[in-house]
């Protein structure tokens, strides 16, 4: 077990990226980035948690300037400081099969993204929806069949399925009477996050600090998505952007600034004075 030094009350901060850490442009303000740093420096890290893959994850780390390890795909995935795999929850592939056929004859009008370790596959990378999420993280799908990409793996870490919201909302509700015992969590009106029913932001995040020796009552979370809720109940001293729907804020323990105005940086300096 690793050990986190530092003489602030708090040793760790745990964030989400898109709507909580970047702002409307998709950048990490200046003021916020060198706070990041300042603390950093101070012996506490600054751990991305978010619903993306590591590799969109990592520019997120270039672009501030830290080193940390990274909760990615909402929990089903831990890598430490040097990118090596800590903890790994995959969905079986037979089941991941059986989604994405459910989801091709029922909701057609989805666009299914399938996330597994470094890799994102899609059926079409010509969609207008893919083509979005690549301007948005920097990455570039692949096109494929999930049974041979994924075939020596034998699992996905996640779907990804993006849609209008009414569309959205019809998939939630049948994947969640069709399959109980998966994740499923919306991170916008139009993106629906799924995972191995074992998958959470809250037990990447406890995971770290059991590694670390960190309680949870000993670190700040900060979020603005549906699934980031069971993350923001599970830490005590959690901050909801104000940006976030009003389910999101009552989940957590406080309300900072919303992204556009450098709410996690309102919170930090609070905490670390």
Not at 20 to 38: A, D, F, M, W, Y
Not at 159 to 164: A, S, V
Request: include cysteine; proline fraction near 4%; glycine fraction near 8%.
């Amino acid at each position: 077990m690793k050990a986190v030094r530092t003489s602030h009350k708090y040793k760790m901060i745990f964030s989400d990226i898109d709507g909580t850490l970047l702002n409307s442009s998709h950048q990490v303000p200046g003021p916020t980035r060198r706070k990041i740093l300042e603390l950093e420096r101070e012996g506490v890290p600054f751990v991305l948690v978010s619903a993306r893959m590591p590799e969109g994850m990592t520019t997120i780390q270039a672009m501030i300037g830290c080193r940390a390890p990274m909760v990615c795909y909402s929990g089903a995935l831990v890598r430490d400081e040097d990118g090596k795999t800590m903890y790994s929850c995959q969905m079986d592939l037979d089941l991941a099969v059986r989604i994405k056929d459910l989801i091709g004859k029922e909701f057609p009008e989805i666009c299914c993204n399938t996330y597994g370790g470094s890799r994102w596959v899609v059926d079409d990378d010509s969609s207008p929806w893919v083509r979005k999420e690549e301007e948005i993280t920097g990455l570039k799908a692949m096109n494929g069949d999930i049974r041979e990409v994924f075939a020596a793996d034998r699992g996905v870490h996640k779907f990804l399925l993006m849609g209008q919201e009414k569309a959205v909302q019809g998939l939630e509700e049948r994947l969640k009477e069709h399959f109980p015992d998966l994740s499923v969590a919306s991170s916008s009106p139009v993106y629906l996050e799924v995972m191995d029913g074992r998958v959470s932001k809250s037990r990447g995040v406890g995971f770290l600090c059991s590694h670390y020796g960190v309680g949870l009552d000993q670190v700040i979370a900060f979020g603005d998505g549906c699934n980031d809720m069971d993350m923001l109940r599970a830490v005590k001293n959690s901050y909801a952007m104000a940006n976030a729907p009003l389910v999101v804020r009552r989940s957590a323990a406080h309300v900072t600034l919303d992204n556009d105005h450098q709410g996690l940086l309102a919170a930090l300096e609070e905490n670390f004075k």
